[in-house]
Nanobody, 119 residues
């Protein structure tokens, strides 16, 4: 059974920084690990993702401010968030995607961690 456990959310002033961590349990390798967020009244959106080869993808709104990294040996993904803005306030969800030999994909989600940025 795969579980994703997030940590690192909290309340910070605008311009501050936070680092989110997500540890995936289970003996499984993930092709993609990333972070999504959902603000009140809005749809969940991709923030950043990294594949097992190290390639990364960011939402335009966070480019230059957020950095995603992963430790494949530890099945852990991090999100370093700098220069935070009030519009970054949301629940942040860790996401992991595994692919079997038939290329079928399996999606896993964490429980979410709240990030609140005050102006």
């Amino acid at each position: 059974q795969v579980q994703l456990v997030e940590s690192g959310g909290g309340l910070v002033q605008a311009g501050g920084s936070l680092r989110l961590s997500c540890v995936a349990s289970g003996s499984i390798s993930f092709n993609i690990m990333g972070w999504y967020r959902q603000a009140p009244g809005k749809q969940r959106e991709l923030v950043a993702a990294a594949n097992s080869g190290g390639s990364t993808n960011y939402a335009n709104s966070v480019k230059g401010r957020f950095t995603i990294s992963r430790d494949n040996a530890k099945n852990t993904v991090y999100l370093q968030m700098n220069s935070l803005k009030p519009e970054d306030t949301a629940v942040y969800y860790c996401n992991a995607v595994a692919r079997d030999y038939t290329f079928r994909e399996y999606y896993y989600w964490g429980q979410g961690t709240q990030v609140a940025v005050s102006s």
